[in-house]
C-alpha cells in the first residue's frame, strides 16, 4: 500500500515539473514560466484522466457479478492516483497565482502578494479544493477499507469520470490563448458538454439502475433498497457535477450563440485579487460567459 501511495506521490509532481521544464527550454517553445506552469497542470490532468478511465474500463468489464467480483487494479489505482488530488490543490493555486501575475496583480514593487492570492483563491476556489480534499479524506478510506472488496464494478464506472476531463482540459487551454474563434474550440465545446453529461450527470443514475438490474427491483426502489450512507454519498457527489454541468451549458450557450465579451464592463486587476469581480475560478468553470474564461485559462 505504501509503495503505491509512494509511487504516486512521485509520479504526478514529477510529471508536472518535466513538463514545465521542457516546455521551458525546449528550443522550439521556450515558453514563460506562467504558461509553461498553466499548461502542464493541464497535461498532467489529462494523463491521470486517461489512466483513471482506463482502469475504470478494465475493471467494469472484467466484473460479471458487479457485487461480488474483484479486479485487483480497483484499490491499487485508488492509492495511487491519492496523491494526484493532494498535488492537484498546489497546481491550480500555481496556475491561479501566475495568471493573477500576468493580469497585473503584482505591485510595482515587484512583491509577490502571495498571502492575497491564496486567501482569494481559496475563497474563488472552494467548491474544488473541497472536492479534493473529501476525495482524500472521505472517498480514500470508504473506498478502500469500507467496502470490504465489494462493489469494484462501480468503482471501476465512477472511474470512468474522467473521460470529460482531457476535453475540459483543452477547452481551457484554447480560451487561455484566445482560441475561442476557432473551429477546434466549438467541437471540443461540443464534445466536453457530451462526455461530461454522460459520463459524469448520468453517472449515479446508471450505478442505481445496474444494481435495480442486479437485485431485481425497479429504479425508483433502489434508494429505499441501499444504505443511507450510499445514497449520502452519491447525493454528496453528484451535487457539484449538477453544478459544474450548468456552468458549462451556459458557457456553451454563449459560445455557440456568439455572445460578445465587449458587453461587459471591463474587470479591473484590483476588483479580481479583492474578490470583488466574478471572473472565472481556477478549475475552468464560470458563471460567465465562455469568452470571460479567456481571463484565467
Known sequence: MLTILAAGSVFFPGLFVLSKQCLKHIPALRWSEGDAVIV?????SSVQAIMASSAGYIIASSCDDIIEDQHWLTSAYILFAVPYFVYDIYAMFMCYWYKLRIKGHEGDSGAKPLGAALTSYLRREFLMV?????MVTVCFPVSVFWRQG??????????LAEVSTPWVCLGKILIQYKQQHTLLH????????????????????????AYGRYASIPLHMVPFNVPWQVNLGAAMLMAPQVY???LICRGALRLFTGSSRSRRPPVTAK???????PSQPANGYSTHATEQKSDSH
Open 40 to 44: 502542464s497542470a493541464r497535461l498532467v
Open 130 to 134: 473541497l472536492h479534493h480534499v473529501v
Open 150 to 159: 465489494k462493489g469494484d464494478y462501480f468503482q471501476g464506472v465512477m472511474f
Open 186 to 209: 466549438k467541437v471540443n465545446g461540443a464534445t466536453m458538454l457530451v462526455t461530461f453529461f454522460t459520463c459524469r450527470v448520468l453517472l449515479f443514475p446508471f450505478l442505481y439502475y
Open 244 to 246: 459544474w454541468f450548468s
Open 271 to 277: 476588483d479580481d485579487l479583492d474578490g470583488q469581480a
